[in-house]
């Protein structure tokens, strides 16, 4: 019968795993406490890291259904379980694993799928959510300035037309002032011709009452 000790532990796992989107196991044999907890600040808030026995581990993955592990649970291990972005956990690992060569990445699993060794490295080597995220808004803002630049384009042509046009009716007035000129010229005519038409009729009324006395 096991252990309350073992029994919480194994609990505790099983939740770990069933929170995690993924973990990566590693061999940490010969590396000091001191080193441990370096590494844990390094993988910071994407990552809980943990020291386990392989029994307890292998149990607590198979209820959270947690499964290709266990080829790896042999000899000394630890648990990277990722909280955040994998590729940084990735990236702290592989970086540390330089500087520290007795720690080894053994592989692990990410959405259920089962990660190698070369495949958690090749992990690392891709760029951070943060960075992707980055990317895509300066892609964006690019995508809308030149957008703006192509809407902006015809407005600037015609503002530069307008401009070259005005420029040389200074030099002949007639480009622009020739169509003013001869509509004033017919504003003009139509005006004199409603002043002369009471004086028409007057003249008419006029004729009318002199033909009427003639008559008497």
Known sequence: MASPDKVDAVAELKEKFSKASGVVLTEYRGLPVSALKDLRRALGEDATYRVSKNTLTRVAAHEAGVEGLDELLTGPTAIAFINGDPVNVAKGLRNFAKDNPLLEIKGGVLDGKVLTTDEVK????????????????????????????????????????????????????????????????????????????????????????????EEK
């Open 122 to 213: 090749k992990l690392a080597d891709l760029e951070s959510r943060e960075v992707l995220l980055a990317k895509l808004a300066g892609a964006f803002v690019a995508t809308q300035s030149k957008a703006a630049a192509v809407l902006a384009a015809p407005l600037s042509k015609f503002a530069r037309l307008q401009a070259a046009l005005i420029e040389a009716a200074k030099e002949n007035p007639e480009l622009i002032g020739g169509a003013g000129e001869q509509s004033q010229t017919d504003d003009s005519a139509d005006a004199s011709t409603e002043a002369e038409a009471p004086e028409a009729a007057a003249a008419a009324d006029t004729n009318q009452a002199a033909d009427a006395a």
